[in-house]
């Protein structure tokens, strides 16, 4: 698959260039309209993100523009984190570089597989 047949991929977008091959991911689930990838730095023994295929900013303009994708990239961490750390499973969504948003394709953060502690800041 090549991003440049897909009309909502970013050209310039790491994780376009993931979904569509181009950026080589440990990928661990895929669904119709999401795709999930081990994070490349780890912060728990789980720690999978989940992606819609396609490009969306973060999860407030997800959310506002195609609510049943998000519906779809939160069941697909479902799955992950039941076929990973028994359906026990923190998600995130940094939204905004001051929340820690680092890329700007909106993926969930799926973290689990040990008793996780809550210091955010
Ligand atoms: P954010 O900071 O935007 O919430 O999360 C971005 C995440 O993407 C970070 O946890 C970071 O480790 C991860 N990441 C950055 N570059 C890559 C990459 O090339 N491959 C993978 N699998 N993860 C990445
Ligand atoms: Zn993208």
Do not use: K
Request: aromatic share 4%; hydrophobic share 50%; net charge negative.
């Amino acid at each position: 698959m090549s991003s440049s047949t897909t009309p909502t991929a970013s050209p310039d977008c790491l994780f376009c260039r993931i979904v569509a091959g181009e950026v080589p991911a440990e990928v661990v689930a895929t669904s119709e309209r999401a795709v999930a990838f081990r994070d490349i730095a780890p912060q728990a023994p789980v720690h999978v993100l989940v992606v819609p295929r396609d490009h969306h900013p973060d999860v407030a303009e997800l959310a506002a523009v195609d609510p049943a994708l998000l519906a779809d990239v939160v069941a697909l961490a479902h799955e992950v984190a039941q076929a990973e750390c028994d359906g026990a499973f923190r998600t995130i969504f940094n939204t905004g570089a001051s929340a820690g948003q680092s890329v700007f394709h909106v993926h969930a953060h799926v973290l689990g597989g040990a008793a996780l502690g809550w210091t955010p800041a």
